[in-house]
């Protein structure tokens, strides 16, 4: 049963930096990936990215926002540079799972960018 745990998350100045960590508890054979919610909005894709794929990510992240995936340490990291206020949400660690596609969600972490 794959299990996720968000960390990282906290209050930053707008042009800051976070990164958020997602541990996982099962080999991913499938996509891994970070969705946010903001305020009033529906949850959105941030980045994703699959075993040796490309990553992907959604145009109000690209060339701030990293992916990165430590598959010995079971681990997926979300660098986070150039943060504005409207990136301030509540950010999901996901899992589709090969081979039925099941997703598996994290509980969340928030992310405030204020000043």
């Known amino acids: 049963q794959m299990q996720l745990m968000e960390s990282g998350g906290g209050l930053v100045q707008p042009g800051g930096s976070l990164r958020l960590s997602c541990a996982f508890s099962?080999?991913?054979?499938?996509?891994i990936g970070w969705h946010r919610q903001t305020p009033g909005n529906e949850r959105e894709l941030v980045a994703q990215?699959?075993?040796?794929?490309?990553?992907r990510y959604a145009d109000f992240v690209k060339g701030r926002f990293t992916i990165s995936i430590d598959n010995a340490k079971r681990m997926v990291y979300l660098q986070m540079d150039s943060l504005k206020p409207e990136d301030t949400g509540v950010y999901y660690c996901?899992?589709?799972?090969?081979?039925?596609?099941?997703?598996?969600w994290g509980r969340g972490t928030q992310v405030t960018v204020s000043s």
């Open positions: 996901f899992v589709r799972q090969d081979p039925f596609d099941r997703i598996y």
């Open positions: 099962v080999s991913v054979v499938g996509i």
């Open positions: 990215t699959a075993s040796g794929g490309r990553a």
